[in-house]
Nanobody
């Protein structure tokens, strides 16, 4: 069992930066690939970034590519999402998720554990 707790969301202005954190419980964090998803009101939950269990491989959705960095610290059981140059369309609830295995997964159904989400609101 893995429990995930996100933090770092908030209300910011367009152009600002935020760093989201996701702290995982349990000794097996390094056996899970991790993903950050977001869900805006009325929209599907979408994968915005993924990272392999070693951290060597990453993925970014086109919507955030060039504006965000996913990273992880397995010694701290934590995964991060650094977001820069935020836009109003980045407003959403951001979730981290864990998928057992080496490589990040593309689909929501492939993730085994989810955090409760953290709200990011970007004002124009």
């Amino acid at each position: 069992q893995v429990q995930l707790v996100e933090s770092g969301g908030g209300l910011v202005q367009a152009g600002d930066s935020l760093r989201l954190s996701c702290a995982a419980s349990g000794p097996t964090f390094s056996t899970y690939a991790m993903g950050w998803f977001r869900q805006a009101p009325g929209k599907e939950r979408e994968l915005v970034a993924g990272i392999s269990r070693s951290g060597a491989s990453t993925y970014y959705a086109d919507s955030l590519k060039g504006r965000c960095t996913i990273s992880r610290d397995n010694s701290k059981n934590t995964v991060y999402l650094q977001m820069n140059s935020l836009k109003p369309e980045d407003t959403a609830v951001y979730y981290c998720a864990a998928a057992y295995g080496s490589t990040w997964k593309a689909y929501r159904r492939e993730y085994d554990y989810w955090g409760q989400g953290t709200q990011v609101t970007v004002s124009s």
